[in-house]
């Protein structure tokens, strides 16, 4: 899925969230009224590394994106559960085989009036998997007929499974059936772009700065945009559903501190925010219980972890990394600084499903039992260092990397310190990135020792929260390599056996985080997010982004 930053901030927690069955959290209000002459929505902001779908691989980018593009399919609640419906495309046929994908591409057009064609999704398609763009995504789509083979350089790209057979139809072959292949295609990264204007703009295509010059065929455009200040969304007339559209704009001022944030939604500056202090999430929740505001809770399908970088000379011994992991006292951390979350001991979060089944429901956290057979933290360090012909773990030095410095981040990083340096004598300085932009821009050259990290899955199946640490992914910041871990997650890509799935995901989590410890996991996240009952229909997607208000309505504000 999407790297998410290392700590989970106040923003963060508009957040994709999963609960069991992965029904979605939507704010409803109970009682009907009139519309508000003012829909106005305002939200916490988020600052976006790019706005080219087939460059981004963040989730503050996505959720830019989920407002102003749309794919071939989008998530919504129906009947009260997270669905997938037909978004950009208003049909698809499936060939007897189940290889051959068709869909019909909805009259839809650009936010300059152009029609949307199956031309588009082919162009942005195609980019994607292009090796000369190297995008971290680039085998997103590997399970696409001839899509491996073009990026090794030993298929021409025409011969590749993706075609616009007319401006109304597009052709999607893939290697072998895969079953629920169109969850895949609420991916962000699988937007359609327009050529004509990926070629006007050149190098400046997708640069923040140049947002009132991209095109957009989702329910909002940007109208406004200052880096690392605020972003504002405009109702975008020429959206299909545009009648159905209540809110005309979001204004969504980007704010770190958890305080200030407060403060906003007390002032009803902000008309919902999340909860990443446990003071805050104490009054919150005391003034949630007087029923003025909305509690939204859940649990949500990403993974936190910190990242070791293999190229480091600690780092690449297995007992160092073993010993760092053992160490983390995931049950005090939450408590002690949250009083939240779920204790990690694995990587994949509950939720997720391999067929019908859940699979962290039927699989046990591989790292529990590595943590009852080794007591000792310092023990297994001193292997390490002895192996590296180290006696004295004072004279090791390792720098823990964060995203930008804010009350949360200091407080988890300096916490995660103590812990380290109090229970295996080593040294741990800490460095915090300038921006938002630095930190995803670091992590992704390897510009660290360890660094603090988050996953969250693409679709609803656990491929998406373990193939981005196979050796060839650009995801891999850590430059974890396992053939074995590589041969267990492709396998189960077309793995038609649930069962068979369910053991080569079993074996690769294992590999991953109790025998290689190439990530030390410490939560699974939640939600604690707050609405004021004015604020109708606002909701937390699953897989898309951190919060949708594609149908959300003001009633009652004023």
């Known amino acids: 899925m999407k790297k998410i930053l290392g700590v989970l901030l106040a923003v963060c927690l508009m957040a994709t969230t999963i609960l069991s069955g992965c029904s979605e959290i939507t704010v409803t209000k109970t009682k009907t009224g009139e519309l508000d002459a003012d829909q106005t929505i305002n939200l916490l902001g988020n600052q976006f590394s790019s706005l080219d779908p087939s460059a981004v691989n963040d989730v503050d980018s996505f959720t830019t994106l989920s407002h102003v593009n749309e794919c071939l399919f989008r998530e919504a609640v ?156 405009t109702k975008n007339e020429q959206y299909w559903d545009a009648a159905n559209i209540k809110i005309t704009k979001a204004v969504c001022p980007i704010v770190n501190e958890p305080a200030t944030i407060f403060q906003m939604f007390q ?84 939720g997720l499903l391999v067929g019908d089944k859940n699979f962290r429901s039927n699989v046990d956290e591989p790292l529990k039992q590595v943590m009852t057979e080794n007591k000792d933290p310092k023990a297994v360090l001193m292997e390490g260092l002895k192996e590296l012909n180290i006696t004295d773990p004072s004279t090791v030095t390792i720098t823990l990397y964060s995203s930008k410095a804010t009350t949360n981040t200091k407080a988890q990083t300096e916490y995660a310190q103590k812990q380290w340096q109090d229970k295996l004598g080593i040294k741990i300085d800490i460095k915090f990135a300038l921006d938002t932009n630095t930190y995803y821009s670091d992590r992704a050259e390897g510009n660290f020792d360890l660094i603090t990290g988050g996953w969250g899955s693409d679709y609803n199946d656990v491929f998406s929260m373990l193939e981005f640490l196979r050796s060839d992914n650009p995801n891999n910041d850590g430059k974890y390599n396992n053939p074995r871990f590589d041969e267990l997650v492709n396998n189960a890509l077309y793995e038609p056996d649930p069962d068979k799935r369910m053991s080569n995901f079993k074996e690769a989590e294992e590999l991953l985080i109790a025998k290689d410890f190439a990530l030390a996991p410490y939560y699974y996240s939640d939600v604690q997010s707050y609405a004021h009952k004015y604020l109708n229909n606002i909701s937390y997607p699953v897989f898309t982004g951190r919060i949708s208000f594609r149908d959300a309505f003001i009633s009652g504000k004023n």
């Not at 998997?129 to 899509?147: Q, R, T």
């Not at 350089?153 to 401006?167: N, Q």
């Open 78 to 233: 129906v009947n009260g559960e997270n669905s997938i419906v037909l978004a950009g495309a208003s049909k698809m046929d499936v060939s007897a085989d189940g290889t051959v994908y068709t869909f019909t591409i909805r009259d839809n057009k650009w936010s300059d009036g152009k029609s949307v064609s199956a031309k588009d999704y082919e162009f942005s398609w195609k980019r994607l998997i292009n090796p000369e763009n190297a995008f971290d995504y680039m085998h997103f789509l590997d399970s696409i007929k001839g899509v491996p083979e073009f990026i090794a350089g030993t298929c021409k790209l025409e011969d590749v499974g993706i075609k616009a057979l007319d401006d109304k139809t597009l052709q999607l072959t893939l290697t072998k059936p895969i079953d629920g292949f169109e969850k895949r295609l609420i991916f962000c990264c699988l937007s359609p772009q327009r050529e004509d204007k990926f070629n006007e703009l050149g190098e400046q295509y997708g640069v923040g700065t140049e947002y009132a010059k991209m095109v957009y065929n989702g329910p909002f455009v940007i109208s406004e945009y200052q880096k690392e200040a605020k972003i504002v969304y």
């Open 267 to 350: 002032a009803k500056q902000f008309d919902a925010m999340g909860a990443s202090n446990k003071d805050l999430i104490s009054q919150l929740a005391n003034i949630a219980k007087s029923g003025d505001i909305y509690h939204i809770t859940g649990s949500q399908a990403s993974t936190f972890f910190y990242v070791f970088n293999f190229k480091n000379k600690y780092l690449a011994n297995v007992n160092v990394r073993k010993a760092l992991s053992l160490a983390i006292n995931r049950e005090e951390m939450l408590k002690v600084l949250w009083d939240r979350f779920i204790p990690a001991y694995g990587m994949v979060p509950s």
